[in-house]
């Protein structure tokens, strides 16, 4: 596995000035268009791609910006960010999801120790980092895949702001209840990743590690009976629970993202506290089948390879199937939170990885 290609994303004024393009944490494709997203606001941002002759694609322009407070209801409304950290698209929908995570404040430059200890004991809760959101997407005018608030009988709607997020349903879970009032850099819950595969919806998290072990989640979203904008879970099996945990040996890394590729799962790994590396993209096969497993070992993953990180920067934390018409091998397509300068250009782009998974580094 190689880092192919850089590829560059354009974004507006706007998005530069509330830095969402030095701080992505999430990307999918869906056709020509590249939906991806920030973890410091409560928006989507959709990109179009560029390709040269030979359907190699080039980069990204055309950069629209899609407010979630617009589509549903946020908790705590639209100024507060809603750091969503994983998309995912199915049947016409585009499901956006928040880490669902506590977070400790950090110390600032030049604080007097009295004042850095009382940071540190600080821990936050913001409302719109616990839901989940599933979005119609419709086609636009010009062509090109857009999402709105309703199309006929399918409604914009959310889950969480209701005692009913996913922390909530683990209030009583045997393995994940004692992290819930940790905040996610301390190893607590932190989601980080989201795929789509029929009515099921697998949510990978970047912490808590158990012994180890990284977790995922696995629901089954519907419309809530009483409310169009809302959404319930079903059941997930023949037992009536409305989840199901799966454990990962990722060699004692977290997922950073997930992406489904046929009945695959593609998993982008990465530490779960504060580190850079190692970042790794590993295959679960046969990971959205019926008979999948629920503790799986490493030796029933593939390691397909591992990603440049860098020191403070270049975190991977969003991958994708890039969809090219010039046909050979599987690539995805990697973006950085906390970009190096390197990544950054001087018209305000910022450079993604294009990485061929069928190719092997000299």
């Known amino acids: 596995m190689i880092v192919e290609r850089r590829v560059v994303l354009r974004f507006g004024q706007d998005s530069r000035d509330a830095e969402t393009h030095t701080n ?26 560029e390709s040269d002759a030979d359907g190699r694609v080039t980069g990204f322009d055309g950069h629209r910006t899609v407010a979630l407070a617009d589509l549903v209801p946020l908790p705590a409304g639209p100024d507060e960010e809603a750091d969503i950290e994983g998309l995912a698209r199915s049947n016409g929908w585009l499901w956006a999801i928040g880490s669902h995570s506590l977070k400790r404040k950090k110390i600032k430059p030049g604080q007097s120790p009295e004042k850095a200890r009382k940071r540190l004991a ?12 599933r979005l119609p997407l419709v086609t636009g005018p010009d062509g090109l895949p857009q999402v709105v608030a309703a199309d006929g009988h399918r409604t914009a709607a959310v889950l969480g702001g209701h005692g009913d997020s996913i922390t909530d349903l683990l209030a009583d879970d045997p393995h994940l209840a004692p992290f819930l009032a940790i905040p996610s850099k301390d190893n607590g819950i932190d989601i980080e990743g989201i795929a789509a595969h029929g009515d099921r919806l697998y949510i990978g998290l970047r912490g808590p590690v158990l012994r180890g072990w990284a977790v995922l989640i696995e629901i089954r979203p519907e419309e809530h009976p009483d409310d169009p904008r809302r959404l319930r879970l079903r059941p997930v099996g023949d037992g009536g629970a409305l989840y199901r945990t799966r454990f990962l040996d990722l060699g004692g890394l977290g997922i950073r993202d997930l992406c489904p590729h046929g009945d695959d799962l593609l998993v982008l790994t990465g530490p779960s506290m504060g580190l850079d590396g190692p970042v790794r993209v590993v295959r679960w096969p046969g990971a959205v089948t019926e008979d999948a497993a629920d503790i799986v070992a490493a030796g029933d993953l593939e390691v ?20 090219e018409s010039n046909g050979t091998g599987t690539r995805v397509l990697v973006v950085y939170d906390s970009p190096s300068p390197e990544r950054l250009t001087a018209d305000g782009g910022v450079l993604a990885d294009v990485v061929n998974l069928g190719a092997k580094a000299p």
């Open 304 to 323: 397909l390879g591992d990603l440049p990180y860098g020191d403070g920067d270049d975190h991977a934390e969003g991958i994708a199937v890039l969809d």
């Open 122 to 133: 600080k821990v936050v809760r913001e409302e719109n980092r616990f839901i989940l959101a």
């Open 24 to 49: 992505l944490s999430a990307v999918r494709q869906d056709g020509r268009c590249l939906w991806t997203a920030g973890d410091e606001t409560a928006t989507i941002e959709r990109l179009t791609a």
